[in-house]
T-cell receptor, first 113, second 115 residues
Framework: AQSVAQPEDQVNVAEGNPLTVKCTYSVSGNPYLFWYVQYPNRGLQFLLKYITGDNLVKGSYGFEAEFNKSQTSFHLKKPSALVSDSALYFCAVRAPGSFKTIFGAGTRLFVKA | DSGVTQTPKHLITATGQRVTLRCSPRSGDLSVYWYQQSLDQGLQFLIQYYNGEERAKGNILERFSAQQFPDLHSELNLSSLELGDSALYFC??????????????FGPGTRLLVL
């Protein structure tokens, strides 16, 4: 069965500092991995996805994520956090050939000015 | 703006009642997904339709049903509502719904409150 874990309920970072939001997954075969962001009272917005190839994926708003197969992780990163990055971040996984996307519980990011 | 629209934005109803949530996918998208987001359960996949036919089922209760119409809009019907059904319901759409690497685009959600 496929699953995804976001081990941190909340991440706090100061504006201008680098941020990392962690995600680990469990799936048979080569996974498809996604990051979404949810701002208050809004739907989820797609940030980036890993399909195959380069382990470093670049996405929207300056975010990037690193796929690590040996550690089954797909951590979201940004070199310099902005206050406006404060939101709820979801990692998601889909197994090859599966129609179902499994979402993590979400990590709330607070960026302090 | 993802291009996915959902109505209504908010819905307040009583236990035992029935409600219908509506979703219009992005132009050109054939597949629609429904998700429930609650504080205790997180984001749960409910059901997927592709071009009018059910394609995948998740944690959808028997009291809930959905359909996708010929114009590709979808409706989620929730009946015999319970307090625990209070949640944010999202619709998402994708081009073909073949899974794999395809990206889903989410609507703004319908917030349901059952009193």
């Amino acid at each position: 069965a496929q699953s995804v874990a976001q081990p941190e309920d909340q991440v706090n970072v100061a504006e201008g500092n680098p941020l990392t939001v962690k995600c680990t997954y469990s799936v048979s075969g080569n996974p498809y991995l996604f990051w979404y962001v949810q701002y208050p009272n809004r739907g989820l917005q797609f940030l980036l996805k890993y399909i195959t190839g380069d382990n470093l994926v670049k996405g929207s708003y300056g975010f990037e994520a690193e796929f690590n197969k040996s550690q089954t992780s797909f951590h979201l990163k940004k070199p310099s956090a902005l206050v406006s990055d404060s939101a709820l971040y979801f990692c998601a996984v889909r197994a090859p050939g599966s129609f179902k996307t499994i979402f993590g519980a979400g990590t709330r990011l607070f960026v302090k000015a | 703006d993802s291009g996915v629209t959902q109505t209504p934005k908010h819905l307040i109803t009583a236990t035992g009642q029935r409600v219908t949530l509506r979703c219009s996918p992005r132009s050109g998208d054939l597949s629609v997904y429904w998700y429930q987001q609650s504080l205790d359960q997180g984001l749960q996949f409910l059901i997927q339709y592709y071009n009018g036919e059910e394609r995948a089922k998740g944690n959808i209760l028997e009291r809930f049903s959905a359909q996708q119409f010929p114009d590709l809009h979808s409706e989620l019907n929730l009946s015999s509502l319970e307090l625990g059904d209070s949640a944010l319901y999202f619709c998402a759409s994708s081009v073909s719904g073949t899974g794999g690497q395809e990206t889903q685009y989410f609507g703004p959600g319908t917030r349901l409150l059952v009193l």
